[in-house]
């Protein structure tokens, strides 16, 4: 029904930017809740924001608040992660997801993923 794919990802000094983009095939994609998560070796999947349909609903996890910014273009089928200031604990694989419940933090609520996008900060 929607397929994902991450992209934007690379390897940036502490402090620098990089976006994110998630691009989605099929006709419904403004009909799903869209989120960010993130893996980091050796640590379990966490939370980083999320994007109801309309973009009117957006929840962001404390670690970066302030920092990222998540929104969507459902007439390009894409939703975006505009990642500032960042820091080395930042570091890990970022994915895609959509389906899950407006402002669910939880992945296991999640139907669609994207297979990531490796994101590195150095020090």
């Known amino acids: 029904q929607v397929q994902l794919v991450e992209s934007g990802g690379g390897l940036v000094q502490a402090g620098g930017s ?10 419904t994609f403004g009909t799903y809740v869209m989120s960010w998560f993130r893996q980091a070796p050796g640590k ?12 009117r609903t957006i929840y962001y996890a404390d670690s970066v608040k302030g920092r990222f910014t998540i929104s969507r273009d459902n007439a ?4 975006y992660l505009q990642m500032n200031s960042l820091k080395p604990e930042d570091t890990a694989v970022y994915y895609c997801a959509a389906g899950g419940k407006i402002g669910s933090s939880r992945s296991d609520e999640y139907v ?11 020090s």
């Open 44 to 55: 379990e999947r966490e939370f980083v924001a999320t994007i109801s349909q309309s973009g």
């Open 18 to 27: 990089l976006r994110l983009s998630c691009a989605a095939s099929g006709r």
């Open 112 to 122: 669609y993923w994207g297979q990531g996008t490796q994101v590195t900060v150095s």
């Open 76 to 79: 390009k089928n894409t939703v």
